[in-house]
């Protein structure tokens, strides 16, 4: 008698992909790549909206009392590994490290020209993390995405 293994191997436990799990990896990132940037107001994080060219954003609130981390959507889903989470926190983190959608002194004109975010997580140690990451939304994301909006259409639409 064969069993299937999909039948006799549990699904391993994913983590709940909520807010909750999101503020753990926000400290989690915090604490272990940018342990020097000060937190001077209050950061919140949740989900945005599902994104097609956008996997994070941070804005300062206009008293300058609370930055605003938004992730998309769609990574809370499981098809898109955990990696990809960590260094879309991590690219937020670099621009509230900068002074962009924080209070600190803006130590640049802008947030991303010249290379500095990805200069910036290779200095602070996540090359590796930044190389798998960038494969993935190379390799998968526009199909991913796009499997998701089909999806989500499809009642709709026929
Ligand atoms: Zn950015």
Do not use: C
């Not at 959608?101 to 991303?112: A, E, F, Q, V």
Request: glycine share 6%; hydrophobic share 35%; no cysteine.
């Amino acid at each position: 008698m064969y069993a299937t293994r999909e039948a006799i191997v549990p699904e391993p436990d994913q983590p709940v992909r909520d807010r909750w799990w999101l503020r753990g990896l926000l400290q989690d990132v915090w604490d272990q790549y940018f342990s020097d940037t000060p937190r001077v107001n209050l950061v919140r994080i949740s989900y945005g909206a599902p994104w097609k060219t956008r996997l994070g954003s941070i804005t300062l609130s206009d008293d300058h009392r609370t930055s605003y981390i938004l992730v998309n959507g769609l990574l809370r889903l499981a098809e898109v590994p955990e990696y990809v989470t960590t260094v879309t926190i991590a690219h937020e983190m670099v621009h509230y490290a900068h002074g962009f959608g924080s209070p600190l002194p803006r130590r640049y004109k802008h947030p991303h020209r010249g290379g500095i975010v990805k200069r910036e997580l290779l200095r602070r140690g996540m090359g590796v993390e930044y190389t798998r990451y960038d494969e993935w939304v190379y390799d998968h994301w526009y199909d991913f995405y796009d499997g998701y909006v089909n999806q989500e259409t499809r009642p709709t639409s026929a």
